[in-house]
């Protein structure tokens, strides 16, 4: 079964500037795909960017960006020049190429802007 | 987020109660997801449905049921609530045929058990 780890429960930055969250996943398959999640206090459930394992380059979304290390299984988000809109709790997740494409979500990490 | 719909969004109930969280989505996808998200434990699958007349069980689906009602239509049932089972329950969507396209996820519904 895959597992998603983010060691980072809460994280903190400047407005203005950047911060990367950390994400690790394990699983032995060779074809995935890897999500960023965002939930405001709203409690939506907002895709803010999205890896295909297959592709070499890192995705990027205007100020979200991913490093994506596909040998050491690790998965990062950088958030540059951070808003006080971008405070949330911050999910990375999971899915399969196969099968029911279900999520496994990692336990999030709380992003605090400080004005 | 008009796509996916979650009715109630809050809701109280007594140990033993029964309850059904109803879903539905107006994007015409095939496959619909319930999840539970508990402090501390990001979201787990409690049942899929990949379409239309099928069920599976998820990561944590002791205590549930579900029913596919149509294509539209996903619900999640209580038959007997416990307090263990207080938590947020999102409903999502999926268009499948690719692990590349995203969830699309109702607002979620707080459920306490007292």
């Known amino acids: 079964a895959q597992t998603v780890t983010q060691s980072q429960p809460e994280m903190s930055v400047q407005e203005a500037e950047t911060v990367t969250l950390s994400c690790t996943y394990d699983?032995?398959?060779?074809?995935?795909?890897l999500f960023w999640y965002k939930q405001p206090p709203s409690r939506q459930m907002i895709l803010v960017i999205r890896?295909?394992?297959?592709?070499?380059q890192n995705a990027t979304e205007n100020r979200f960006s991913v490093n994506f290390q596909k040998a050491a299984k690790s998965f990062s988000l950088k958030i540059s020049d951070s808003q006080l809109g971008d405070a949330a709790m911050y999910f990375c997740a999971y899915s399969s190429n196969f099968g029911n494409e279900k999520l496994t979500f990692g336990t999030g990490t709380r992003l605090t802007i400080i004005p | 987020n008009a796509g996916v719909t979650q009715t109630p969004k809050f809701q109280v109930l007594k140990t033993g109660q029964s309850m059904t969280l109803q879903c539905a989505q107006d994007m015409n996808h095939n496959s619909m997801y319930w999840y539970r998200q508990d402090p501390g434990m990001g979201l787990r699958l409690i049942y899929y449905s990949a379409s239309e007349g099928t069920t599976d069980k998820g990561e944590v689906p002791n205590g549930y049921n579900v029913s596919r009602l149509n294509k539209r239509e996903f619900s999640l049932r209580l038959e007997s609530a416990a307090p263990s089972q207080t938590s947020v329950y999102f409903c999502a969507a999926l268009l499948s045929g690719g692990g590349n396209q995203p969830q699309h996820f109702g607002d979620g519904t707080r459920l306490s058990i007292l």
């Open positions: 890896q295909e394992a297959y592709k070499q």
């Open positions: 699983t032995s398959e060779s074809d995935y795909y």
